[in-house]
């Protein structure tokens, strides 16, 4: 393989989505050394604002902030985020490509289709990405298996999913107390989204509203956890503990 293993994958619809769910954690991570990335379904040009030149330009200056070893974005159509066996292919491949051993999605539940959809697409692509046999078995090569019968098979050990779009209780919280600065500074960063401007002013919040209410939000969830700032996730696994004295979060 020509580029190392990524430890941490995020996947989501549009950019400016992980700068907002998981920002905090993906910057973290890469503090300690780890290899982190960030897959964009769509190229975001369904937007009231900017292009999708400009937010891909914005999406760079996010990445750097984030320390993120790759970004990409696929050419899904925006808004229009479907769960078919092409798009299936197209992130297993990245999947396979990259080879992340902690796939981060959006919560399965929300108000954005795209967002919801993107959870179960990405599931559905991280198991077809450990197929050994996909696209080598007579009759299955079609057009959307093109490469990724020549990369190894490789399934995500931990799927995760980034809550904070959802009201639902998280299964754990990451403290990003230390990186909520940065993280504010890598969704800023797209001016085309979040810059005061007429177009969208109905819907957009003031950008002087921005910090307060990420700080809002941040706040609420490193309250949980007795931390100042954290991000919320859920997993659908039971936890393992091996030391129960050692547990984080006090009790009383």
């Known amino acids: 393989m020509s580029t190392p293993a990524l430890d941490v994958l995020a996947i989501a619809a549009h950019r400016d989505d992980v700068e907002q769910t998981c920002g905090g954690t993906l910057l973290k991570m890469a503090q300690r050394g780890q290899r982190t990335g960030i897959l964009d379904l769509t190229q975001g040009e369904m937007g009231t604002r900017g292009t999708a030149e400009d937010r891909a330009r914005e999406a760079q200056e996010a990445a750097r902030l984030l320390c993120v070893s790759f970004r990409h974005a696929l050419g899904i159509p925006d808004g229009r985020v479907e769960n078919t066996w092409e798009n299936r292919i197209k992130v297993a491949h990245v999947i396979r490509l990259q080879r992340p051993r902690v796939l981060i999605l959006p919560y399965w539940q929300g108000r954005h289709p795209d967002h ?46 980034a809550s904070l779009y959802y ?25 085309s989204q979040y810059g005061d401007q007429s177009a969208g002013s109905q819907l957009f919040p003031a950008e002087k509203e921005i910090r307060s209410r990420m700080e809002s939000m941040a706040g609420f969830y490193g309250l949980l956890a007795g931390v100042k700032y954290a991000e919320p996730f859920v997993q659908k696994e039971v936890g393992l503990v091996e030391d129960v004295t050692a547990i984080p979060v006090q009790s009383v």
């Open 167 to 191: 009201d639902v209780r998280p299964s754990f919280v990451v403290d990003i107390s230390d990186q909520f600065e940065t993280r504010l500074q890598a969704l800023l960063a797209y001016r």
């Open 116 to 161: 919801y959809t993107t959870s179960v697409l990405g599931y559905e692509a991280a198991f077809l990405a450990g197929l050994k046999k996909l696209g080598s078995t007579p009759g299955s090569r079609d057009a959307a298996i093109t490469g990724i019968a020549e990369l190894p098979p490789h399934r995500p050990f931990k799927i995760i999913y």
